[in-house]
Protein backbone atom coordinates (compact mmCIF):
# COMPACT_ATOMS: atom_id res chain seq x y z
CA UNK A 1 0.00 0.00 0.00
CA UNK A 2 1.46 3.52 -1.21
CA UNK A 3 0.35 6.59 1.23
CA UNK A 4 0.58 9.51 -0.03
CA UNK A 5 1.42 13.10 2.19
CA UNK A 6 0.85 16.13 0.36
CA UNK A 7 2.31 19.44 1.92
CA UNK A 8 0.68 22.74 0.83
CA UNK A 9 2.34 26.26 1.49
CA UNK A 10 -0.24 28.53 3.22
CA UNK A 11 -0.61 32.27 1.91
CA UNK A 12 -3.03 34.95 3.32
CA UNK A 13 -4.19 37.84 1.42
CA UNK A 14 -4.88 40.31 3.99
CA UNK A 15 -7.91 42.31 4.80
CA UNK A 16 -9.18 40.87 1.05
CA UNK A 17 -13.03 42.62 1.90
CA UNK A 18 -13.76 45.26 4.89
CA UNK A 19 -16.73 43.03 5.84
CA UNK A 20 -17.88 39.19 5.99
CA UNK A 21 -16.66 37.13 2.63
CA UNK A 22 -19.76 34.83 1.26
CA UNK A 23 -18.40 33.64 -1.80
CA UNK A 24 -15.79 32.62 -3.91
CA UNK A 25 -15.22 31.34 -7.26
CA UNK A 26 -12.25 30.38 -9.75
CA UNK A 27 -12.35 31.30 -13.61
CA UNK A 28 -8.94 30.21 -15.12
CA UNK A 29 -6.75 32.45 -13.37
CA UNK A 30 -8.70 34.88 -11.46
CA UNK A 31 -10.01 34.35 -8.49
CA UNK A 32 -13.64 36.11 -7.52
CA UNK A 33 -14.47 36.82 -3.94
CA UNK A 34 -17.98 38.89 -2.75
CA UNK A 35 -18.82 40.62 0.49
CA UNK A 36 -21.44 43.52 1.14
CA UNK A 37 -21.53 45.70 -2.13
CA UNK A 38 -18.08 44.16 -3.83
CA UNK A 39 -16.91 41.58 -6.13
CA UNK A 40 -13.27 41.70 -5.79
CA UNK A 41 -11.23 39.76 -8.49
CA UNK A 42 -7.54 38.13 -7.70
CA UNK A 43 -4.78 36.95 -9.60
CA UNK A 44 -4.27 33.48 -8.09
CA UNK A 45 -0.69 33.49 -8.94
CA UNK A 46 0.69 36.31 -7.62
CA UNK A 47 -2.95 37.15 -5.16
CA UNK A 48 -2.75 40.71 -6.55
CA UNK A 49 -6.12 42.69 -6.51
CA UNK A 50 -6.94 43.28 -9.73
CA UNK A 51 -10.00 44.56 -10.03
CA UNK A 52 -13.36 45.35 -8.18
CA UNK A 53 -16.73 44.94 -10.11
CA UNK A 54 -18.55 48.46 -9.41
CA UNK A 55 -22.41 48.84 -9.48
CA UNK A 56 -23.22 46.36 -6.39
CA UNK A 57 -25.26 48.01 -3.30
CA UNK A 58 -26.23 44.71 -1.25
CA UNK A 59 -24.41 41.84 0.25
CA UNK A 60 -23.59 39.55 -2.73
CA UNK A 61 -23.68 35.95 -1.03
CA UNK A 62 -23.74 33.94 -4.36
CA UNK A 63 -21.54 33.25 -7.67
CA UNK A 64 -21.64 31.05 -10.47
CA UNK A 65 -19.85 30.78 -13.70
CA UNK A 66 -21.14 30.32 -17.07
CA UNK A 67 -18.38 28.08 -18.65
CA UNK A 68 -19.99 28.47 -22.69
CA UNK A 69 -20.85 31.98 -22.55
CA UNK A 70 -17.44 32.96 -20.29
CA UNK A 71 -19.98 35.00 -17.67
CA UNK A 72 -19.45 35.06 -14.33
CA UNK A 73 -23.58 36.16 -12.67
CA UNK A 74 -24.04 37.09 -8.93
CA UNK A 75 -26.75 37.36 -7.14
CA UNK A 76 -27.90 39.50 -4.27
CA UNK A 77 -30.80 41.73 -2.91
CA UNK A 78 -33.15 41.94 -5.52
CA UNK A 79 -30.88 41.42 -8.35
CA UNK A 80 -29.03 39.35 -10.55
CA UNK A 81 -25.70 40.81 -12.37
CA UNK A 82 -23.81 39.71 -15.24
CA UNK A 83 -20.43 40.26 -15.96
CA UNK A 84 -17.65 39.23 -18.21
CA UNK A 85 -15.24 36.36 -17.15
CA UNK A 86 -12.47 38.06 -18.69
CA UNK A 87 -10.74 41.49 -18.42
CA UNK A 88 -11.71 44.37 -17.96
CA UNK A 89 -14.98 42.44 -16.26
CA UNK A 90 -17.78 44.73 -17.08
CA UNK A 91 -20.82 44.07 -16.73
CA UNK A 92 -23.60 42.79 -19.16
CA UNK A 93 -26.70 42.48 -17.90
CA UNK A 94 -28.78 43.38 -15.06
CA UNK A 95 -32.06 41.25 -13.83
CA UNK A 96 -34.25 42.72 -11.37
CA UNK A 97 -36.24 40.60 -9.39
CA UNK A 98 -38.24 41.50 -6.34
CA UNK A 99 -37.96 38.25 -3.83
CA UNK A 100 -35.47 39.48 -1.90
CA UNK A 101 -31.97 38.19 -0.49
CA UNK A 102 -30.26 35.67 -3.12
CA UNK A 103 -28.65 32.67 -1.16
CA UNK A 104 -27.65 30.69 -3.71
CA UNK A 105 -27.32 30.60 -7.64
CA UNK A 106 -27.13 27.63 -10.35
CA UNK A 107 -27.15 27.60 -13.95
CA UNK A 108 -28.63 24.83 -16.61
CA UNK A 109 -29.08 25.29 -20.16
CA UNK A 110 -32.36 26.48 -20.08
CA UNK A 111 -32.56 28.52 -16.14
CA UNK A 112 -30.78 30.65 -14.16
CA UNK A 113 -31.97 29.45 -10.75
CA UNK A 114 -31.86 31.64 -7.71
CA UNK A 115 -32.66 30.56 -4.36
CA UNK A 116 -33.70 33.42 -2.41
CA UNK A 117 -34.64 34.33 1.38
CA UNK A 118 -38.43 34.33 0.75
CA UNK A 119 -38.01 30.34 0.36
CA UNK A 120 -38.61 29.72 -2.71
CA UNK A 121 -36.14 29.01 -6.06
CA UNK A 122 -37.12 31.62 -9.27
CA UNK A 123 -36.35 30.38 -12.61
CA UNK A 124 -35.06 32.60 -15.22
CA UNK A 125 -34.60 31.80 -18.94
CA UNK A 126 -30.97 31.50 -19.83
CA UNK A 127 -30.85 33.28 -22.88
CA UNK A 128 -33.97 36.10 -22.67
CA UNK A 129 -33.83 36.37 -18.71
CA UNK A 130 -37.23 36.63 -18.87
CA UNK A 131 -39.08 34.96 -15.71
CA UNK A 132 -40.43 31.79 -15.88
CA UNK A 133 -41.33 29.73 -12.76
CA UNK A 134 -41.33 29.77 -9.10
CA UNK A 135 -40.69 26.69 -6.89
CA UNK A 136 -42.32 26.41 -3.41
CA UNK A 137 -42.42 24.32 -0.99
CA UNK A 138 -39.41 25.28 1.50
CA UNK A 139 -40.52 27.10 4.60
CA UNK A 140 -37.09 28.30 5.41
CA UNK A 141 -34.30 30.25 3.18
CA UNK A 142 -33.14 28.49 -0.12
CA UNK A 143 -29.19 28.67 1.33
CA UNK A 144 -27.80 26.36 -1.66
CA UNK A 145 -28.42 24.51 -4.33
CA UNK A 146 -26.99 22.01 -7.27
CA UNK A 147 -28.17 20.14 -10.53
CA UNK A 148 -28.26 16.88 -11.45
CA UNK A 149 -25.68 15.83 -14.04
CA UNK A 150 -27.64 17.08 -17.23
CA UNK A 151 -29.59 19.86 -14.97
CA UNK A 152 -32.77 18.64 -15.39
CA UNK A 153 -33.31 18.19 -12.08
CA UNK A 154 -32.54 20.70 -8.57
CA UNK A 155 -31.41 19.72 -5.55
CA UNK A 156 -31.72 22.46 -2.65
CA UNK A 157 -30.89 23.02 1.01
CA UNK A 158 -32.96 25.15 3.26
CA UNK A 159 -32.64 26.84 6.71
CA UNK A 160 -36.18 24.59 7.22
CA UNK A 161 -33.52 21.67 7.60
CA UNK A 162 -35.12 19.78 4.67
CA UNK A 163 -33.09 18.69 0.97
CA UNK A 164 -35.74 19.19 -2.03
CA UNK A 165 -34.95 17.31 -5.37
CA UNK A 166 -36.71 19.35 -7.78
CA UNK A 167 -38.06 17.98 -11.80
CA UNK A 168 -37.18 21.12 -13.71
CA UNK A 169 -38.73 19.97 -16.83
CA UNK A 170 -42.20 19.83 -15.06
CA UNK A 171 -41.67 22.66 -12.35
CA UNK A 172 -42.68 20.17 -9.52
CA UNK A 173 -41.14 19.04 -6.21
CA UNK A 174 -39.49 15.72 -7.18
CA UNK A 175 -39.01 14.23 -3.04
CA UNK A 176 -38.17 15.85 0.43
CA UNK A 177 -35.24 14.29 2.30
CA UNK A 178 -35.97 15.12 6.04
CA UNK A 179 -32.66 13.80 7.35
CA UNK A 180 -31.07 16.90 9.24
CA UNK A 181 -31.61 18.63 12.51
CA UNK A 182 -30.68 22.25 11.58
CA UNK A 183 -30.11 24.60 8.80
CA UNK A 184 -28.73 22.57 5.29
CA UNK A 185 -25.99 25.15 3.93
CA UNK A 186 -24.40 23.54 1.26
CA UNK A 187 -25.30 20.62 -0.99
CA UNK A 188 -23.33 18.61 -3.75
CA UNK A 189 -24.00 16.18 -6.32
CA UNK A 190 -21.15 13.95 -7.57
CA UNK A 191 -21.98 10.81 -9.73
CA UNK A 192 -24.78 9.02 -8.07
CA UNK A 193 -24.45 10.39 -4.69
CA UNK A 194 -25.72 13.43 -2.81
CA UNK A 195 -23.98 14.76 -0.17
CA UNK A 196 -25.71 17.64 2.61
CA UNK A 197 -23.86 19.52 5.09
CA UNK A 198 -25.84 21.48 8.08
CA UNK A 199 -25.28 23.13 11.25
CA UNK A 200 -26.47 20.13 12.83
CA UNK A 201 -22.49 19.44 12.81
CA UNK A 202 -23.55 16.16 10.17
CA UNK A 203 -23.29 15.42 6.70
CA UNK A 204 -25.84 13.48 5.23
CA UNK A 205 -24.44 10.97 1.74
CA UNK A 206 -27.64 9.69 -0.09
CA UNK A 207 -27.11 7.02 -3.07
CA UNK A 208 -29.66 8.47 -5.84
CA UNK A 209 -32.33 6.61 -6.86
CA UNK A 210 -33.18 5.61 -10.38
CA UNK A 211 -34.86 8.33 -12.08
CA UNK A 212 -35.72 9.99 -15.48
CA UNK A 213 -32.69 12.19 -16.35
CA UNK A 214 -34.10 14.35 -19.36
CA UNK A 215 -31.23 14.49 -22.59
CA UNK A 216 -32.10 18.29 -22.46
CA UNK A 217 -32.42 20.79 -19.85
Known amino acids: MHVYLYMFSSSTIQDAHEDDIDSLLIVGRFLFSTSHSKIKVWEIRTLQHKHTLQGLHHRVRALVYDRKREKVYSGSHNVIHVWDAVEPFS ?3 RIDTKFGSIYSIVLTKR ?3 TGT ?4 VHLYDVETHEYKHALSGHLGAVATMATSPTGSFLVTGSHDSTVQIWDLEKA ?3 QILQRHESCVNTVLVRND ?4 GSDDKEIKVFKLFRMQDYSAS
Open 91 to 93: MTA
Open 193 to 196: LLFS
Open 111 to 113: YIA
Open 172 to 174: LPY
Open 117 to 120: YNRN
